[in-house]
């Protein structure tokens, strides 16, 4: 089974609307992190966003929020106010294990902002 | 945020040669780096985990011959191309992980792409 399922291979968002990119996990550990990255058409992957299995509360910085279902097992990322520089691959990703090594990604989401 | 560099980032060569890839962590200190490899439109794929001050570990199907990765120190991991093919023509991009911070992020590099003539 796939540790990390992005079911949206592209998406479209009007410039200043909201989007959200779904990711939904596979984990029998009980403690886990949850990521999203994204990927510019120049390649980096820039960390966005954590949130923690433990973590009761929805994490958010600025724009990206992540909606966590955990009995559902979803991380969903919502991005607010999309701006065309949002336009770029998203990742989600998870990392399980005690060591802390054992980190999976998704097939990503390429997410394309419209003026 | 934490910052992971990568030289260089761009590399044409010549079938047979070798090329050195450097990942840095520049502000934070990192037991662990990771190399990735990525095909154009598709997701990451995981060629090694490298500790510092031991052997690297190589995920199932890669060649640690030819991929050589040493990490040397607690900010720097280098891979190797050896005898490169134009097969090896790729993405190359390096991870950090941040242990002093309880998510464990990888931060990553900008990425190398390869280009073997």
């Not at chain 2, 190399?35 to 199907?61: D, H, I, V």
């Not at chain 2, 023509?89 to 242990?99: E, K, L, P």
Request: glycine share 8%; charged share 15%.
């Amino acid at each position: 089974a796939q540790k990390i399922t992005q079911t949206q291979p592209g998406m479209f968002v009007q410039e200043k609307e909201a989007v959200t990119l779904d990711c939904t996990y596979d984990t029998s550990d009980q403690s886990y992190g949850l990521f999203w990255y994204k990927q510019p058409s120049s390649g980096e992957m820039i960390f966005l966003i954590y949130q923690g299995s433990y973590d009761e509360q929805n994490a958010t910085e600025g724009r990206y929020s992540l909606n966590f279902q955990k009995a559902r097992k979803s991380a969903n990322l919502v991005i607010s106010a999309s701006q065309l520089g949002d336009s770029a691959m998203y990742f989600c990703a998870m990392r399980e294990g005690p060591s802390g090594n054992q980190f999976y990604f998704g097939t990503g989401t390429s997410l394309t902002v419209i003026p | 945020g934490a910052v992971v560099s990568q030289h260089p980032s761009r590399v044409i060569c010549k079938s047979g040669t070798s090329v050195k890839i450097e990942c840095r962590s520049l502000d934070f200190q990192a037991t662990t780096m990771f190399w990735y490899r990525q095909f154009p439109k598709q997701s990451l794929m995981l060629m090694a985990t490298s500790n510092e001050g031991s052997k690297a570990t190589y995920e199932q199907g890669v060649e640690k011959d030819k991929f050589l990765i040493n990490h040397a120190s607690l900010t720097l991991s280098t891979l190797t191309v050896t005898s490169a093919h134009p097969e090896d023509s790729s993405f190359y991009i390096c991870s950090a992980r941040d242990g002093a911070t309880y998510t464990d992020t990888q931060y990553f590099g900008p990425g190398t792409r390869l280009t073997v003539l």
